[in-house]
Structure formats: structure tokens, C-alpha cells
């Protein structure tokens, strides 16, 4: 019997521009010998055409097209009345295979519970990556608690009915566990975020050493980040840069406008996958500038591990769930948005930016976090 793994995905496999947890996994499924078919179940604002997706193009990508296309209305995506035709489509597809091949289900998001129940599945998994029902900001306004409540109850029909529970974080696990009965708690493990070490490790950790301190942050350029530290930071210490790769996410947050509009501040619009090792290259410190909110406390963000296999030291701010991975001269969490407090760290660790003993000890924890072995474990509990 092979196996036929379905994943369902918070957007197009090229909505940002950006690889997440949920890529990278579809990727390994993919390649395994024993796998059959890959299926990238994924709202789109739009009418799209199936394709096939992955570097390798054996991915097979179908959209659920959102009601409209304006964001308002994404919440028909935790509503199954609009899209249990479309998902019935799939499930007649694959009905054939029951019996003959394992079927898979994967949730990385808590929409579209609706298909857990359109089809006999071998497992059906949850990889939780996010606090979803959270507004990312921290802020919550009427639309967004409306927005939360639906949120909040298709992800509860999918973590009851999920046979297994992968958790990105101690605090995801701690939440899970609250919401399941005491006897069904042994089916929700934490595997944290790993790192495409071969891609990172490469890098050349002492090219910017004569250029001056440069802090970086790189990824998706969200509210969820302390532009107002940022700012801060920059004007305090005019010598050093700060450098932001990433798309634009903020829908024109005026705190984000104002710190571009510091000379000291360069950002650099959203880069290919393949093209971040070479600004990895650029910056002395990585800095992981969160706010404090419900939805911070849950992440673990990929970005740790990039730095570090890259041999960057890095700073992370509300990140509760990477504290245990402080060391002297790699990682630091702050528990405040205090910029002296900042300051102080990026000065703690500029003696020790460069230092190549540093920089290896780096590269050789990064390295336990490779992707391959985080997803290895995972296939085990299957």
C-alpha cells in the first residue's frame, strides 16, 4: 500500500512568497519512497486553475475559492456550508483509494474542518503551528472577535477529531492540552521549528565584520513586530544599521512607516527562499522583534534556527517559548520592549558576532534542528 498525504494549507503555495513549516513538510512527504500523492487543499481569494507546485512540481495544488475576494470575507473558509462541494469533489476523488492506500490528512491551519468527515482517513493530524484565533496585533475589535469565535470553533472540531497533535510550541501544547479531556492528552506532542541547515550553513559568518553593526530581522514583515523599538533602537544608536527583509504585511501601519523613515533603517521588499543566506551575510546580530501578545506567546518562529545555522547570534522579544534555548553567546530573550534593554544585549553580543569558536558552536546546534529530522520524528507517531 503507498501512501496518499493531504495537506491543508492557509493559502497558495506562492501566496507571499515565503516557506513556512506547512511547505517544507509537504516537500519531505513528497519525497519519500512510499508516497503515492501529495494534495495542497488551500483557500485563494480567486478563481485558480489546479497545477501542480514544490521544486519538484509533484505537489498537486487545489484552491477553494473564497465567496469574494475581499479579506472580509475569509471567514467562509471556518463555514463549511461554502465549501463542502468543492471538498466533496476531492473526497470522491480519492474515495477509490480507501482500503488500498493509507490516506492522510493534515491540517496546518483550522479551516475547512468539514473534510475530516467526508472520507475514511488512516489518521487525521493536526500540526499546529499558531495561536489562529489570536488577532496578530494583539488588538481585538468587534470583527475580529466575531472572526475569533468561528476561528475558534472549526479548530475545535478538528482538534477532536485529530488522531494525532503536533504542537510548535510548549505554550500550543499547554493550550491543547487544556482543551482536551485527561485520557486523549497522549496524542499531542511538541516538535518545534526546524532549519534547512544545508542552505544556512554555508554562509560565510565573517563577511560584515568591517562593516559596522548590523542588526536584521527577515521574514514577513507583520504587525506582530515592534516597530516602535525598532525606531527607538535606531535613533539611540545612529551608527548602527537595521536591515528588514521581507514582504510588506503591515496594510500601512503608520508605526512602520515612521521607522523606514529612518536613516539607519533599510528595507528590502521579499526576497526568494534561495536568496536568504546572502542577506543572512549582511547583518552582525538577528533580532526577532515581537510584541507582547497571546498570539507571540505561541510562536516559535523559524527564524531562530535560520540565524543560527547561519552562525548569527540572535536576540528574540516576547518569545516565551525559545527562552530555554538562551546561550551566552548565541541566543538572548528579552521579556520587555525596553530599547536599552535591547541595546544592552546587541552589546553583549557584538564582542562575540564574529568570534569563529561562537559562530561554529552555532552552526553545531543549528544543526540538530534540521528539517529532515524533525520530520522524521513526526512520521514516527504515525
Same mark, same amino acid.
Given at each position: 500500500?503507498?501512501?496518499?498525504?493531504?495537506?491543508?494549507?492557509?493559502?497558495?503555495?506562492?501566496?507571499?512568497?515565503?516557506? #513556512? $513549516?506547512?511547505?517544507?513538510?509537504?516537500?519531505?512527504?513528497?519525497?519519500? *519512497?512510499?508516497?503515492?500523492?501529495?494534495?495542497?487543499?488551500? =483557500?485563494?481569494?480567486?478563481?485558480?486553475?489546479?497545477?501542480?507546485?514544490?521544486?519538484?512540481?509533484?505537489?498537486?495544488?487545489?484552491?477553494?475559492?473564497?465567496?469574494? =475576494?475581499?479579506?472580509?470575507?475569509?471567514?467562509?473558509? #471556518?463555514?463549511?456550508?461554502?465549501? +463542502?462541494?468543492?471538498?466533496?469533489?476531492?473526497?470522491?476523488?480519492? +474515495?477509490?483509494? @480507501?482500503?488500498?492506500?493509507?490516506?492522510?490528512?493534515?491540517?496546518?491551519?483550522?479551516?475547512?474542518?468539514?473534510?475530516?468527515?467526508?472520507?475514511?482517513?488512516? $489518521?487525521?493530524?493536526?500540526?499546529?503551528?499558531?495561536?489562529?484565533?489570536? *488577532?496578530?496585533?494583539? $488588538?481585538?475589535? %468587534?470583527?475580529?472577535?466575531?472572526?475569533?469565535?468561528?476561528? &475558534?470553533?472549526?479548530?475545535?472540531?478538528?482538534?477532536?477529531?485529530?488522531?494525532l497533535i503536533f504542537c510548535t510550541s510548549d505554550y500550543l501544547h499547554h493550550v491543547t492540552?487544556? !482543551?482536551?479531556?485527561?485520557?486523549?492528552?497522549?496524542?499531542?506532542?511538541?516538535?518545534?521549528?526546524?532549519?534547512? #541547515?544545508?542552505?544556512?550553513?554555508?554562509?560565510?559568518?565573517?563577511?560584515?565584520?568591517?562593516?559596522?553593526? @548590523?542588526?536584521?530581522?527577515?521574514?514577513?514583515?507583520?504587525?506582530?513586530?515592534?516597530?516602535?523599538?525598532? $525606531?527607538?533602537?535606531?535613533?539611540?544608536?545612529?551608527? /548602527?544599521?537595521?536591515?528588514?527583509?521581507? =514582504?510588506?504585511?503591515?496594510?500601512?501601519?503608520?508605526?512602520?512607516?515612521?521607522? %523606514?523613515?529612518?536613516?539607519?533603517?533599510? /528595507?528590502?521588499?521579499?526576497?526568494?527562499?534561495?536568496?536568504?543566506?546572502?542577506?543572512?551575510?549582511?547583518?552582525s546580530i538577528g533580532l526577532m522583534p515581537y510584541k507582547a501578545s497571546p498570539y507571540n506567546?505561541?510562536?516559535?518562529?523559524?527564524?531562530?534556527?535560520?540565524?543560527?545555522?547561519?552562525?548569527? &547570534?540572535?536576540?528574540?522579544?516576547?518569545?516565551?517559548?525559545?527562552?530555554?534555548?538562551?546561550? !551566552?553567546?548565541?541566543?538572548?530573550?528579552?521579556?520587555?520592549?525596553? =530599547?536599552?534593554?535591547l541595546i544592552q544585549a546587541c552589546e553583549h553580543l557584538e564582542p562575540v558576532a564574529f568570534?569563529? !569558536?561562537?559562530?561554529?558552536?552555532?552552526?553545531?546546534?543549528?544543526?540538530?534542528?534540521?528539517?529532515?529530522?524533525?520530520?522524521?520524528?513526526?512520521?514516527?507517531?504515525?
Amino acid at each position: 500500500m503507498k501512501d496518499i498525504h493531504v495537506i491543508v494549507g492557509a493559502g497558495t503555495w506562492q501566496q507571499d512568497g515565503l516557506r #513556512y $513549516r506547512r511547505h517544507r513538510l509537504a516537500e519531505f512527504l513528497a519525497a519519500q *519512497p512510499n508516497t503515492k500523492h501529495v494534495f495542497w487543499i488551500c =483557500p485563494s481569494p480567486e478563481r485558480l486553475t489546479d497545477r501542480k507546485v514544490g521544486e519538484s512540481e509533484t505537489i498537486e495544488q487545489w484552491t477553494i475559492t473564497d465567496v469574494l =475576494p475581499h479579506k472580509f470575507f475569509r471567514f467562509a473558509r #471556518y463555514l463549511s456550508v461554502f465549501h +463542502k462541494r468543492r471538498l466533496s469533489e476531492l473526497a470522491r476523488l480519492l +474515495k477509490s483509494h @480507501v482500503g488500498h492506500d493509507h490516506l492522510y490528512l493534515w491540517y496546518t491551519f483550522p479551516g475547512f474542518s468539514k473534510l475530516a468527515d467526508l472520507l475514511t482517513w488512516d $489518521r487525521v493530524i493536526y500540526d499546529r503551528s499558531d495561536l489562529w484565533a489570536a *488577532p496578530i496585533s494583539g $488588538r481585538m475589535s %468587534l470583527a475580529a472577535k466575531l472572526r475569533r469565535r468561528l476561528i &475558534a470553533h472549526s479548530e475545535q472540531k478538528i482538534v477532536h477529531r485529530a488522531d494525532l497533535i503536533f504542537c510548535t510550541s510548549d505554550y500550543l501544547h499547554h493550550v491543547t492540552d487544556l !482543551e482536551m479531556p485527561a485520557e486523549k492528552r497522549s496524542r499531542i506532542v511538541t516538535l518545534e521549528n526546524g532549519v534547512d #541547515y544545508s542552505l544556512f550553513a554555508g554562509n560565510d559568518g565573517f563577511a560584515v565584520q568591517s562593516t559596522g553593526t @548590523v542588526l536584521g530581522y527577515i521574514g514577513g514583515i507583520k504587525p506582530k513586530l515592534d516597530f516602535v523599538l525598532l $525606531r527607538e533602537v535606531a535613533r539611540k544608536k545612529p551608527e /548602527w544599521q537595521i536591515l528588514l527583509v521581507g =514582504p510588506n504585511g503591515t496594510q500601512g501601519d503608520p508605526d512602520y512607516s515612521r521607522l %523606514l523613515e529612518e536613516d539607519n533603517v533599510r /528595507w528590502i521588499d521579499a526576497v526568494p527562499p534561495e536568496d536568504v543566506p546572502r542577506f543572512m551575510n549582511q547583518i552582525s546580530i538577528g533580532l526577532m522583534p515581537y510584541k507582547a501578545s497571546p498570539y507571540n506567546n505561541a510562536v516559535f518562529p523559524l527564524k531562530l534556527f535560520e540565524f543560527l545555522a547561519s552562525g548569527k &547570534a540572535a536576540i528574540g522579544i516576547h518569545l516565551p517559548s525559545t527562552k530555554k534555548y538562551e546561550q !551566552e553567546s548565541a541566543y538572548l530573550c528579552l521579556d520587555s520592549s525596553d =530599547p536599552e534593554s535591547l541595546i544592552q544585549a546587541c552589546e553583549h553580543l557584538e564582542p562575540v558576532a564574529f568570534d569563529s !569558536e561562537a559562530i561554529r558552536a552555532r552552526k553545531e546546534f543549528a544543526k540538530t534542528k534540521d528539517w529532515p529530522i524533525i520530520f522524521k520524528k513526526m512520521l514516527s507517531y504515525l
